[in-house]
């Protein structure tokens, strides 16, 4: 049982320290982004619901979530039918349909380049921290066509669709002495670091809220299960050991009269 609150008190301190990194960041100028994580929770329900919203409003215009149904989403959010249908529910979409995107594909594929990718298993295949460091270091460079550049994916052909709550940053690089691998020495750029140019809607803390939230609500839709998977396994554990305590108890029954 110490063992087991030992473990419970590590966790919850581990958590919270990357929960405060991850408060503290949403001011910091970006130097350190590589090392910004998502501290996403999927067993925070509020937290992917208002995600699930965000989603919504600011993602399914381009992306698609084809793996996953409206209705799935209402059970897993703890969402009556009513506030699915009034929250999540693209109008003229039925509970029962898959979450899709009315943008045709070859229409994206002429307006940006490329096809926005299907966002359901994203989260799985980037992994939580990369998405949220994408949503965080979209920044204006007059140079692209979008009219903005990212850090995570360089020269990417998503547009900075979240510019009106997040603001317009500049990123500042500046020029560094470094060996190549044939030995010479020679001049890279490397990014140094972020420059608020223009405000958005929200404030750094509110923003970074936002994007923590969404990349939440894409890690619970690249695996729908994951909460309640975890939270039989506790139950599994439990009785795995309450049945060893009886089967060590029946042993000795039957073992008490053989010497
Ligand atoms: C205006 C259309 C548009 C909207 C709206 C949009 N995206 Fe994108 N997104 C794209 C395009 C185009 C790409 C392909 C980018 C590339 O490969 O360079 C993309 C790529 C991505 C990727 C994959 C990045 C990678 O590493 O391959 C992620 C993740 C993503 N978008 C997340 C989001 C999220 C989250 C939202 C909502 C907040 C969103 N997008 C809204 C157009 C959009």
Known sequence: MRMIKRALLLACVLASGTAAAAAEEG?????????????????????VQRGAR?????????????????????????LTPEELQKYLIAP??????????TMP??????????????????ARARGADY??????????????????????LDATAMPAVLSELEGLKR???????????DGKAMTVRV???????????????QYDEFV???????????????????????????FLLVFTWLSWLLKQQYWKDVH
């Not at 994408?134 to 995570?152: C, E, H, I, M, Q």
């Not at 990014?191 to 803390?205: I, N």
């Open 27 to 47: 001011a910091g100028a970006g130097a350190d982004w590589l090392t910004w994580r998502a501290a996403d929770d999927v067993t925070n329900t509020a937290s």
């Open 54 to 78: 965000n989603f919504m409003s600011y993602c399914l215009g381009c992306h698609a979530l084809k793996y996953e149904r409206y209705s799935r989403l209402g059970t897993d959010l703890d």
């Open 92 to 101: 003229g979409d039925k509970p029962g349909d898959y979450i899709l995107t």
């Open 105 to 122: 594909a070859s229409d994206a594929a002429t307006w940006f380049g490329k096809t926005p990718p299907d966002l359901s298993l994203m």
């Open 131 to 152: 998405l949220y460091q994408f949503l965080k270091t979209f920044y204006v460079d007059s140079s692209k066509p979008t009219g903005a550049n990212n850090l995570r």
């Open 171 to 181: 990123a500042v690089f500046k020029e560094q002495q470094e060996t190549g691998s």
């Open 191 to 205: 990014f140094d670091h972020f420059e608020q140019v223009a405000p958005g809607r929200l404030s750094a803390a």
């Open 212 to 238: 923590h939230d969404t990349v939440n609500f894409l890690d619970y839709v690249s695996e729908p299960t994951q909460a309640a998977r975890r939270a039989l396994g506790i139950w599994v554990v439990l």
